[in-house]
């Protein structure tokens, strides 16, 4: 019999869950989407509706491991609240995991996003050979994850790899987090679309950039990438400033924590190309450590790795099943140490 897992990713948009088994193989996904505005009981509730499907499903085939649950804002882990979220108003100091568990009967385990994206890339990913890595999600926002020794590094309260709220410049545009000038509001979709509109406010756009400018659904970081590839040069310059922004803030984490990888993912990540020179640039100018350990050095066995994640976006999906894997894991360990 097989060992199966369900892991969710509740995001702005979407509400998916997936059945995946202990060896990384997806049984079955289902994306209903998010109807944020009609509260979170209601999200609640279609998303245990929903696992409560996929478990009665797989209940005869296999020996469910438990569910992981990733949603977008930070949660206190050891009381599986949401403390505050950007994207889900109304969850602010909401009690979600229990509210869950106390639908489904069963015990779940909360995480944020953007650390079940990290966790799926490092087991199933770009990070599958690592044991430490660091993880950018280039979205909406932009989120982060530490992966520690194979395991999520939570800090004390479960707030850590807030890694989208690094600074880049100290009285930079305002951020949602109620600082200046975050990484997020410089390498995040929302921001390269407002980057754009500002070159256009300032009289640095192209013909190109101000005819897309009056439609918000041809304005998008997708299709001012497409500007840049095809030589635009003020969309250029905005993935400049994403690269440029991208490699002070992962010379910072370089420097910080000299681990070898670290995985760039989200929507923005598939702008690579555009953003990726300068980024590499200015991590060689920011973090020396960068400099001496990357893979054109070979003074060293192994090199710092700055690379795309090769999942997508079912990177939290596998994310979130495999830490009920790891959790069990954990428990067996413990108990052979006692014994
Ligand atoms: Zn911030």
Redesign the pocket.
Known sequence: MQTFAIGVDLGGTNLRIAAVDDSGKLLEKLTLGTEVKRGRDLVIKDMCDAIEQVRTRYKGTGTLSGIGVGVPGFIDMATGMVMRSPNLADWTNFPVRDVIQQQLGTPVILENDANVAAMGEKWLGAGRGVEHMGMYTLGTGVGGGLVFHGRLWHGMTGMAGEL??FNIFPDGHP???G?RG?L??YASATAIVRMAREAIERKEGSPELERLAPDPVQFTSRSLYNLAVQGDASAKRIFETVGFALGIGIGGMVNALNLPMYVIGGGVASSWDAFAPAMFKELNFRSSIYALTSPEQKEFAQSTIITRALLGSDAGLYGAARLPMLENFTQMEKSRTLA
């Open positions: 989208g709220h951020c949602g987090c600082s975050c997020e509001q």
